[in-house]
């Protein structure tokens, strides 16, 4: 069992993993370097037979190829010690009897795909309100949002944010009301985040500035998909007015950082 780095990744490494996984975009996203802050352990370079990722953003954890349990066991007790631990499969995975029990969390994760390309976007940026406007983020605006300060400092600096990350707030004079953001790609699949302020829920400003961003994604020949938790309704019914097509359903567990 070793630790690798994106650059060490090969092809049979690559092709250990699924690509219907929960959120396998931020896997891939790390396995081919887009993304440098997360872990890639595997069995053996040369003639590997199981790899295992954890992304940075929420811990994600991605089995690859065929584990046994006691290596599993022994893996996922090392990741526990640096840090929480989270993992969606499908409901019913026969993967989930290595988990361990009484998880801190047990819900259901929610995953949109195959939006129309270049369709139905117009809609929602015809209804800004006539005293707001749609700007795109910079080094400077990025860091006046709510999740921008954050996601800087985990990218690398504001420089580096600017290179691989890009967004748009919907603001009236100097407010921010909602924001919509997007980091490197996985898989060629970019996914977007958004946040609206609370006092403005409830008002479409996210679905406006989020159609913003995917147009623009969908500008340079790119694809999105959606993730949110099935309890936060808001979000779901976002992702159902923007198109998205196919919806699956993931079972999302979660362990705290061992003492």
């Known amino acids: 069992m070793v630790r690798i780095t994106s650059d060490q990744v090969t092809y049979l490494i690559r092709s250990l993993f699924r690509v219907d996984e929960m959120a396998a975009s931020r896997c891939f996203a790390v396995l081919e370097g887009a993304v440098r802050t997360g872990k890639i352990i595997v069995d053996n370079l040369v003639d590997p037979k199981w790899a295992i990722v954890q992304e940075a953003v929420d811990n994600s954890l991605y089995l690859g190829g065929s584990i046994d349990a006691p290596s599993f066991t022994e893996v996922f007790a090392a990741l526990r010690q640096e840090g929480d631990v989270l993992v969606g499969m499908p409901p019913g ?5 290595y988990l361990p029990p ?3 969390y047990d819900g259901r994760t929610l995953e949109f795909y195959d939006r129309p390309m270049g369709e139905g976007l117009d809609t929602y940026l015809r209804q800004v309100p006539a005293d707001c ?6 080094r400077s605006l990025i860091m006046h949002t709510e999740w921008g300060p954050n996601d800087v400092t985990f990218y690398g600096g504001a420089e580096m944010w600017e290179k691989i990350c890009f967004g ?11 924001e919509a953001t997007v980091g490197p790609p996985g898989m060629g699949l970019y996914e977007p985040g958004v946040f609206t ?11 406006m500035v989020v ?16 993730n949110c938790a099935k309890q936060n309704i808001a979000s779901g019914a976002v992702a159902r ?5 196919i919806e699956k ?11």
């Open 133 to 138: 406007i749609i700007k795109r983020l910079d």
């Open 93 to 97: 995975d026969p993967r989930i009897r």
């Open 241 to 245: 007015k923007l198109g998205y097509r």
């Open 197 to 207: 302020q609370k006092d403005h829920r409830g008002k479409g400003y996210g679905t």
């Open 168 to 178: 748009y707030c919907l603001m009236r004079g100097d407010e921010i009301l909602s």
């Open 211 to 226: 159609a913003r961003l995917i147009q623009e994604i969908e500008a340079m020949g790119g694809r999105t998909y959606w």
């Open 249 to 259: 359903e993931y079972r999302c567990m979660a362990w705290s950082k061992t003492d």
């Open 102 to 104: 009484d998880p801190i």
